[in-house]
C-alpha cells in the first residue's frame, strides 16, 4: 500500500478540493404535460422505490499534483425520509459536478410490489453484516490519518448483494450507513469507464451489463474500485434491476412531443455538401425503384412503402435502386426542404432513462477525401453507395426529463458526449455537425480524422455551420415507440424493410489505395498501409445500408 504523502504533497493539500461547479442546461425545464411516472422524481422498479440524488457533500480527493487529473469522492445529501443509500459518488475533476446516485426505500404498496415480482418474505433491502477494506492511501505507518481514504466494501447478508462502495477519510463507517439488496432485485453489472489509475488503485464507472430495450438493469451511479492488494477482487457488486413491466417512468405520446420540441438538436450541412437529405417519401416519388433478384427491372414504390416486402431478414433476394439517366442525377442531391428525422423512442438502463434515435436519411452517400499530411487526395470510388442511414440518440433522465446526454453516430461506432459537452444553439437544443458527403456526426465543427489522427493520416470527416440545416424540434416523425403498446404509433410501412436501400456493386478498391501508397514518400508507405487494414470494411465496396430496424441499436444499446 502507499501512504498518504503519495497523494498530499504539502500541508496545505490536506484542505478538501472545492466540489466541481455543478453543471446546468443553458435554459430552464418546461412544465411537462401530465403523465405516469415520468419526471416525477421517484421511480419504481417493483419492490424498490428509487430517487435520483444530485447533491453531494466531499468526502476524499486522489489529489494529485495536478489536480485536474484526480477523481474527488462524494456521499450524497438531501436524501428523503425513509429512502436508504446504496453507495457512494466518484467524479472526475476536470469536469462539471453532473452525476448522481440512487437512494432506495421499500415499494409503499406491498400490494402493488406483488404485481411485478414473485412475494417473498425476506425484506427488500437489508444492513451489511460487516465491511471489508478494499483500498486505502495510508500503510498503516506513523503517517497521520488525516486527508486519507478508506474505500469500504459492504458484506452482503446471504441471499443479498452489495451495489456500491462507501469512502471515508478515517474509521470504518457504520453498519447502518447503507443498505444491501435482495440478489433477486438486482442484475449484473460491468466496468464501463476508467476514472483514475493511479499505483495500485483502479476507479471505473459502472453501467448494467443487460442494456438496450430489453435490459433491465438500472444504473446506480457508483462507482467499482479494484487494488492489487486483494487478487481476484473485480467489480464485486451488481446493478438494480426494474421489475415494474408497465415502465411506469417512461414518457407517453405527448410527453414525447414535448421532449423533442424542447430538445430536438438542429444538423448542420457542410457548406460545400451536395448528397443532401430528404424525406423518405420524397425519395420514393422521385423514382426509387424496387428490384428483385433475377429481375433487371425495377418496380416503383409506394409514397409509403406499402408494396416493399416487409419483415423477413436481409437475404440479399430485394434491394433499392435509384433510377437511370438525369432522374438518377437529380434524386442523388436530395431535397432539404422535404428532410426530416425519424424518431424511434425506447426505454434505456431499465426504464430510468429514455432514448429517442433520431434517424435521417440521405439519397446518396459520396466518395472520401483521403488525408496524408498536408495532401488531400479525392477518391473516386470508396466511400460512396446508394442511401445513408444515419442517426443520433438524445439520452433523457425519466426522474427529471432533463437531457443527460447525446450518442453521435460516426460510420462503424459513435461515441456518447455529455450535455455539458455540447453546442447548443437556441435554448436546450444541441446543434449536430454532418460530416461531408459521409454524413457521419460529431458535436462541434473541424477537421476528424478517420484512421490516425496523431499521424494525420486517414478518412477526412469535415464538418461546418452553413445555411443547409434540418431543424428537429419541427422537422420530425414518430416512427416506433414499442412500449406505448400495440398501435399507439403506427411504424410506417418502408421500417418493415429488412433488406439494402442500395445495390451492392463490388469493386476493387483496394488496388486504387494501393496506387496512392506507392506515390507517396518511402518513410509513408509502410504506415498508410496499416492505417488502411484497420479502415471499415464498407469503404471498400459500393453497399447499400439496411434500414434502422435492421441496426443493432434498434434494441440494443448504442456502441461507445
Known amino acids: 500500500m502507499f501512504g498518504c504523502e503519495c497523494f498530499y504533497r504539502k500541508k496545505m493539500d490536506l484542505l478538501p478540493l472545492s ?18 411516472g415520468f419526471a416525477s422524481g421517484k421511480l419504481n422498479l417493483g419492490e424498490l422505490e428509487v430517487v435520483k440524488i444530485s447533491r453531494f457533500k466531499f468526502i476524499w480527493s486522489s489529489n494529485l499534483e495536478d489536480r485536474k487529473k484526480g477523481v474527488t469522492f462524494y456521499k450524497p445529501v438531501g436524501i428523503p425520509d425513509g429512502f436508504y443509500i446504496l453507495g457512494h459518488y466518484c467524479q472526475s475533476n476536470d469536469q462539471p459536478l453532473r452525476g448522481f446516485v440512487l437512494v432506495a426505500r421499500e415499494a409503499p404498496s406491498k400490494s402493488e410490489a406483488a404485481d411485478f415480482s414473485t412475494r417473498v418474505t425476506s425484506p427488500a433491502l437489508r444492513e451489511p453484516l460487516d465491511y471489508t477494506l478494499a483500498w486505502k492511501s495510508n500503510d498503516g505507518s506513523e503517517e497521520s490519518l488525516e486527508g486519507c481514504g478508506f474505500f469500504w466494501l459492504p458484506q452482503p447478508p446471504e441471499g443479498y448483494k452489495s451495489v456500491g462502495y462507501l469512502v471515508t477519510s478515517s474509521k470504518k463507517p457504520k453498519l447502518d450507513k447503507v443498505r444491501c439488496v435482495r440478489a433477486d432485485l438486482t442484475d449484473r453489472c460491468e466496468k464501463y469507464r476508467v476514472m483514475h489509475l493511479e499505483f495500485s488503485f483502479r476507479v471505473w464507472s459502472t453501467r448494467p451489463y443487460h442494456r438496450g430495450m430489453l435490459g433491465r438493469g438500472v444504473s446506480i451511479g457508483t462507482f467499482s474500485c479494484i487494488s492489487e492488494s486483494i487478487p481476484g477482487l473485480e467489480l464485486p457488486l451488481s446493478c438494480l434491476k426494474n421489475l415494474d413491466p408497465s415502465l411506469h417512468g417512461m414518457p407517453n405520446c405527448d410527453q414525447i412531443h414535448a421532449l423533442i420540441n424542447h430538445y430536438g438538436p438542429t444538423f448542420f450541412f457542410h457548406p460545400n455538401e451536395i448528397y ?37 431478414c436481409n437475404d440479399g433476394e430485394f434491394w433499392i435502386d435509384l433510377p437511370s439517366g438525369d432522374q438518377r442525377k437529380t434524386i442523388k442531391l436530395g431535397n432539404l426542404a422535404s428532410a426530416k428525422l425519424y424518431l424511434h423512442v425506447k426505454p434505456a438502463l431499465g426504464g430510468t432513462f429514455t432514448d429517442i434515435a433520431l434517424w435521417i436519411f440521405c439519397p446518396f452517400n459520396g466518395p472520401a477525401t483521403l488525408k496524408v499530411g498536408i495532401m488531400n487526395i479525392a477518391l473516386n470510388k470508396i466511400g460512396r453507395h446508394v442511401c445513408d442511414w444515419e442517426h443520433v440518440t438524445l439520452r433523457i433522465c ?35 455537425y454532418s460530416s461531408r458527403n459521409g454524413h457521419a456526426s460529431f458535436p462541434h465543427p473541424g477537421n476528424y480524422i478517420q484512421g490516425s489522427a496523431k499521424l494525420g493520416i486517414g478518412i477526412r470527416n469535415d464538418c461546418a455551420s ?6 428537429s424540434s419541427t422537422h420530425y416523425e414518430l416512427v416506433a415507440a414499442k412500449y406505448l403498446g400495440d398501435g399507439i404509433v403506427a411504424e410506417p410501412g418502408w421500417l418493415q424493410f429488412m433488406r439494402k436501400w442500395g445495390p451492392t456493386i463490388v469493386y476493387d478498391s483496394r488496388t486504387e489505395l494501393d496506387k496512392i501508397v506507392h506515390v507517396l514518400p518511402v518513410m509513408l508507405q509502410s504506415s498508410v498501409k496499416n492505417i488502411f487494414d484497420k479502415l471499415p470494411v464498407e469503404l471498400y465496396g459500393e453497399e447499400g445500408p439496411t434500414g434502422p430496424k435492421e441496426k443493432n441499436n434498434w434494441v440494443g444499446d448504442e456502441r461507445g
Open 276 to 312: 443532401l437529405p430528404s424525406s423518405v417519401s420524397w425519395f420514393f416519388e422521385n423514382g426509387a425503384l424496387l428490384f428483385r433478384k433475377g429481375d433487371s427491372v425495377g418496380e416503383p414504390i409506394d409514397v409509403g412503402g406499402s408494396n416493399l416486402p416487409s419483415g423477413g
Open 19 to 36: 466540489d466541481p461547479e455543478p453543471f446546468s442546461l443553458p435554459a430552464s425545464l418546461p412544465q411537462w404535460p401530465h403523465g405516469q
Open 466 to 471: 452553413s445555411n443547409f440545416y434540418v431543424d
Open 398 to 432: 425519466n426522474f427529471t426529463g432533463e437531457l443527460w446526454s447525446i450518442y453521435f453516430s460516426q460510420h462503424s461506432g459513435g461515441v456518447w458526449v455529455n450535455a455539458y459537452e455540447l453546442e447548443y444553439i437556441e435554448g436546450n437544443k444541441a446543434v449536430i
